[in-house]
């Protein structure tokens, strides 16, 4: 049976009426189009190459790879077919994959850049096996830019102010939204694990069970979407922003990885259980490369407000064994287990790149037989700051690293900053309160 076939047979088996196909751009917003079911797939389906150069605001980088905006062929993935369980009509989504009119793939499509990381551990007989952690807060419906966004009310009205990390009772405030995620969650084959209640007031973090790292990004995707959607049908706003409220917690996307070869055995361990030369290269290459990856982890200005926070956020790479103060944390686990979870990442970050890009920092330690610094002992927070402090130096580090234009690409890396650069400079053509109230009159 063809691709086209077997969706159509898909449709018509779940009377869908229409279909939402899109693309991730590079922010990791859905792109694309709805079309009547009947009619999907009787047609070439385009998309103008130009959205991978598009801004967080809707405004476009050109640079001399992307200037003349050619259109790029979409290409359904029958396999992410899913039902979009929001929605008032019988409706479907699917991911598209982008190619060129003669077949090659569109290099700065962040689905491809994820997939281009993963063939380079094919190659070589590994699997990552992915498990992310995504949090975000929920949040009052506001108007005013200038003010402070707030909590929403629980049942009884009262707004919860206050840090209750792990508190049942506060989760309990928010049944009916939790309920209809887990609802809307299944009926899209999103494997989500535990719920908990984060350091902040309305903020929780979702665990994802763990498994192929291209699977896991569609399905973070889909479930910011479906957040979003479950918070304002019961009346809230959700954000994935990394900072959203002075003075509170940001928010994190944290990332479990290990590696298996061709028989499933963990490469992070030896036969005997103790960790692995590849382990240590992988922490390695995490701790080598990272800075130089640091603008897919912290992709906005807002980003680095988060690292300053300092509620369970990293401020540098070094690694512990069941320490949360770290930037690169190893659970306490059995061999078969052996992970790293890397912590750097804000959960404003595009899914299939933060995954690109820490598993490739990883390829790289162990390929170039890198080694690990020591662990450490206590508190990380009291170790010097090593990461970028601001959004151009990482863009700076992003655009000059040859070895991630080796790995990722050299258009897409060129693109990326691109696109950075810009939103940058929007940035700082803002004048904040804070100008105006501290600064206008005593400068």
Not at 20 to 28: T, Y
Request: charged share 25%; hydrophobic share 40%; with cysteine.
């Amino acid at each position: 049976m063809s691709e086209h076939d077997q969706i159509q047979t898909w449709l018509k088996e779940h009377s869908i009426e229409d279909v939402e196909a899109f693309v991730p751009d590079m922010a990791g917003a859905a792109r694309g189009k709805v079309l009547p079911a009947g009619k999907f797939g009787t047609g070439e389906l385009k998309l103008p190459e130009g959205i991978f150069a598009q801004t967080i605001s809707g405004d476009y980088a050109v640079n001399k790879d992307n200037v003349e905006d050619r259109d790029m062929l979409l290409r359904p993935d029958p396999a992410t077919l899913r039902p979009v369980p929001w929605s008032s009509d019988p409706t479907a989504s699917i991911f598209l994959d982008c190619t060129h009119r003669d077949g090659s793939p569109v290099e700065s499509a962040p689905r491809y850049v994820l997939r281009k990381v993963l063939d380079l551990f094919k190659k070589k007989g590994w699997t990552p096996v992915v498990a992310p952690e995504v949090e975000f807060y929920l949040i009052n419906p506001h108007s005013d830019a200038n003010e402070e966004v707030e909590p929403p009310e629980g049942r009884l009205g009262w707004t919860e102010t206050s840090k209750q990390p792990y508190s049942i009772d506060t989760m309990n405030d928010f049944d009916p939204f939790i309920n209809d995620v887990y609802k809307y969650c299944e009926a899209q084959d999103i494997s989500i694990d535990t719920l908990s209640q984060e350091m902040g007031p309305a903020q929780f973090e979702l665990n994802f069970l763990h498994g192929n790292a291209l699977d896991l990004a569609d399905q973070v995707f889909l479930f910011k979407r479906t957040v979003r959607e479950v918070a304002i049908a019961h009346e809230m706003h959700a954000t994935f922003l990394a900072r959203p409220i002075s003075e509170e917690a940001g928010s994190a996307l944290h990332i479990h990885q290990s590696v298996v070869d061709d028989d499933g055995n963990n490469i992070f361990s030896n036969d005997d259980g103790s960790a692995s030369d590849l382990f240590m290269s992988y922490i390695g290459g995490l701790q080598k490369y990272m800075p130089q990856a640091l603008l897919i982890f912290a992709p906005y200005a807002n980003s680095y407000r988060r690292f300053l926070s300092y509620w369970a956020s990293p401020v540098n790479l070094a690694w512990a064994i069941d320490n949360r103060t770290v930037g690169l944390r190893v659970p306490d686990s059995a061999p078969e287990a052996r992970r790293v979870e890397n912590r750097l990442a804000g959960s404003d970050v595009n899914p299939y790149l933060v995954l690109a890009a820490t598993l490739a920092c990883g390829y790289l330690g162990m390929t170039e037989g890198l080694k690990a610094d020591e662990p450490i002992q206590g508190s990380a927070y009291d170790l010097p700051f090593s990461l970028h402090r601001f959004l151009f130096e990482a863009i700076e580090a992003f655009e000059g690293s040859e070895a991630l234009r080796r790995i990722l690409g050299d258009k897409f890396v060129s693109i990326y900053a691109e696109v950075k650069k810009c939103e940058c400079q929007e940035f700082m053509e803002i004048v904040t309160p804070w100008e105006r109230e501290v600064l206008m009159f005593n400068v």
